[in-house]
């Protein structure tokens, strides 16, 4: 959904992941084998975090500002996990 707060005239209330999968494949000269190269992009577009004062916003969209907020608040920490279990993965040799 979109609403209008103080702060945007049409604020998107929603988040979006795309999540777009490339696959390369070579071809031998002999044409008796093939390599597949994988490649993974993702787009992510999130709502965005308002400071409630600022936003005015109230009533239901008060409480979807607060989900909205939060969920931003665990995507951050759920990245942070995945980048600090990058970093120990990637220290193991």
Do not use: P, W, Y
């Not at 777009?20 to 084998?33: E, N, P």
């Not at 969209?61 to 996990?81: C, D, Q, Y």
């Amino acid at each position: 959904t979109t609403a209008c707060t103080n702060m945007n005239a049409t604020s998107s209330r929603s988040h979006a992941i795309f999540t777009l999968v490339f696959t390369q494949t070579a071809i031998a000269s002999d044409l008796c084998s093939a390599t597949d190269t994988v490649s993974k992009i993702n787009l992510v577009d999130l709502a965005g975090s308002e400071r409630v004062n600022a936003s005015g916003v109230q009533g239901k969209h008060l409480k979807e500002a607060a989900n909205i907020n939060r969920s931003l608040h665990t995507l951050g920490r759920v990245i942070n996990a995945l980048g600090q279990q990058g970093k120990s993965e990637s220290s193991v040799s």
